[in-house]
């Protein structure tokens, strides 16, 4: 009998974590950074996991600056800082020490509350979805994380 694509993560010691699909077609996921809970965008092209400036006193985030300059989504050359040390927490899945990018993220927010979708706080980006060896199931809508 064949496996599905769950059963086989789950044996392979995955966890699976549930995706909400937007009005924006992105995928929106819950996840804990040093332990305060945030909104996020799944996003596979952006190549760090960023949080907007906004979120530093939420997650209780320690700043340096950054010689990146960050360009995405309509916006190029954007100051950054970065964030080193970080505990993230994603379903069953953590990690320490996880560096995040912090940027100005009106332009994403203001995108997605016209688009009546809810604000985030950041971006889960293919450093931590590397890290993490995902596994995207689009139709089912879940995001699966090794331990």
Known sequence: MEKTLQEFLLDKGYVKVKLRFTKTNH?????????????????TGASNSCVGFEAVETFKLKTEDSVIKAAGAGATDMETKMSKKNKIKIGKWKRNKVVLVLFNLTHVNT????????PVDGIIGADILKKAKAVIDYEKKYLYLKL
């Open 27 to 43: 995928f929106e996921i819950k996840a804990t950074i040093n332990g305060h809970k945030g909104l996020f965008i799944l996003d």
């Open 111 to 118: 995108a997605l509350i016209n688009h009546n979708s809810k």
